[in-house]
């Protein structure tokens, strides 16, 4: 970097980026939403306090970071986009509304809202009726809620609760910084029948921006919803990097069940992607996280669940394809503390050209969670030399009654499996094309929405059949 570093205990950064976004907090913090309420410009003040400290965080300080290309992500000065930045006058382009509509879900009574650098489109999105005291909707309106409604309340309880402070620079400057994003409420009781879509458009621009989606979802006691979060890149893909950090939280009551799906397909050339999925569980409550990481030249995805009673359940699936020189990370911790807890965590990798994969999980089991059963398994394909993969599943027991189990793989396709299939008439391309579709489709198919598995059937896996990793692979063993 260009500047001596201010290390501290957490990260660095350098003073002539802590100028810049100190420059950029007194300018931005009366403008943003909230800035009116005392709490929710004390947590923006708190969390642009704590960056200044942390700094962003250090691959030589920080275990779960070492191998991210932090230099890169970085490197620029980016700057916030404004409103204005969102406009879809005098007109969406036809290739970009093209882009956006084959985000859409199949579904037809789906919830949609859509965001532009970070913003709510109106125009672009779509509501349909939900039951009474359900709210789904952009975040700058639920912070309009009055005070007393409970939704409010819920807002103001949970905001910003379950980032783990000190977590990071990133998701710090989401806190200080984020100026929309989505609030899903549901009272007690209530089941939104037909998925909640949110899609984050990242619009290229001349210059170095940084969106930041926040995305606070509180499902009360024996509620259910099904929450999608797609990413994915519009306009001209210059080289000017376009950097989306999001946030996400997600709070789960007595005996709530959320299902939440995320599509990460933005531009591999000059994308940026860093975001942080949180989940608080209450007693008997039931978490599904299912993300698909296939775009970003750089994509770090932490996901994070915490057990906070007894009788939870947690799924963390997710499969990432990489290939060229983009590099894909996972992290993931679950906290079992309470007894009779269940997670389950399954990812696989498909890397090709001299990508680079990293998978770290973690699951912590507290001395009472007794009767703790936790399972972590990361398998990873390899379509060329050049492709590599760091992985590292870890288990932390501090019980003894319990059933936890861990494991890896990193290898290539079987050329035993190649030659039965050539054997039955089958062409070599097609063959190593449908091997890996059998290897992504296990994944594909845990999806817990069905309109998610629809779209990942005809889109992420149909590919493989379009000798899309062959093709790769060939391009750089050649």
């Not at 939704?151 to 620079?169: E, N, Q």
């Not at 915490?306 to 993931?332: I, K, N």
Request: aromatic content about 8%.
């Amino acid at each position: 970097m260009s500047a001596t570093p201010m290390n501290s205990l957490l990260g660095y950064a350098t003073e002539h980026a802590m100028d810049h976004y100190g420059a950029a907090f007194s300018f931005w913090e009366p403008h943003l939403p909230g800035a009116r309420i005392p709490w929710m410009r004390d947590r923006r003040r708190y969390a642009f306090d704590a960056f200044r400290l942390a700094g962003f965080p250090s691959p030589s300080k920080w275990e779960k970071w070492q191998h991210v290309p932090v230099d890169t992500l970085t490197e620029p000065l980016y700057r916030f986009p404004d409103r204005e930045a969102s406009r879809v006058e005098p007109a969406f382009p036809e290739p970009d509304r093209e882009t956006l509509e084959a985000l859409y879900l199949s579904e037809p009574d789906t919830h949609r809202l859509v965001f532009l650098n970070g913003y709510c489109v109106p125009q672009l999105s779509r509501l349909g009726k939900l039951p009474d005291g359900v709210i789904a909707g952009p975040l700058t309106e639920g912070l309009t809620i009055p005070a007393e409604a409970p939704a409010a309340k819920a807002l103001k309880y949970h905001l910003d609760r379950y980032v783990r402070i000190p977590y990071s620079g990133f998701a710090l400057l989401n806190t200080a910084f984020f100026a929309d994003g989505a609030f899903i409420y549901l009272p007690p009781g209530k089941t939104v029948e037909a998925p909640v879509h949110l899609i984050f458009l990242s619009v290229f621009r001349n210059d170095a921006i940084m969106s930041l989606p926040r995305i606070l979802v509180v499902a009360e006691e024996n509620s259910a919803v099904d929450v999608v979060e797609s990413f994915a890149s519009i306009g001209e893909t210059g080289d000017t990097p376009h950097f989306t950090n999001a946030v996400t939280e997600v709070a789960l009551g007595p005996g709530a069940r959320v299902n939440h799906c995320k599509l990460q397909t933005e531009s591999a050339r000059a994308a940026l992607h860093v975001a942080l999925l949180a989940a608080h569980q209450d007693r008997d409550s039931r978490f599904v996280s299912h993300s698909v990481s296939a775009g970003a030249l750089i994509a770090r995805n932490d996901v994070e669940s915490t057990l906070d009673r007894e009788g939870c359940e947690c799924t963390l699936d997710g499969l990432y394809v990489a290939d060229g020189r983009q590099h894909v990370d996972h992290y993931t911790f679950v906290d079992h503390i309470h007894p009779h807890g269940t997670s389950t965590q399954h990812y696989k990798g498909i890397l090709a050209g001299r990508s680079h994969g990293v998978f770290n999980g973690k699951v912590y089991v507290y001395p009472d969670a007794q009767h703790t059963n936790a399972k972590q398994r990361n398998e990873n394909l390899l379509l060329s030399r050049d492709a590599r993969m760091d992985t590292k599943p870890q288990l932390d027991i501090c019980a003894d009654d319990v059933q936890c189990a861990h494991g890896a793989t990193v290898g290539q396709i079987d050329e035993n499996m190649v030659f039965y299939l050539r054997s039955r008439g089958i062409a070599a391309e097609e063959a190593e094309n449908l091997l890996t579709y059998g290897f992504a489709s296990e994944i594909v198919h845990r999806a817990p929405i069905a309109a998610v598995r629809t779209k990942l059937t005809d889109s992420v896996l149909a590919g493989a059949l379009d000798h899309k990793f062959v093709g790769l692979k060939r391009t750089v063993d050649d």
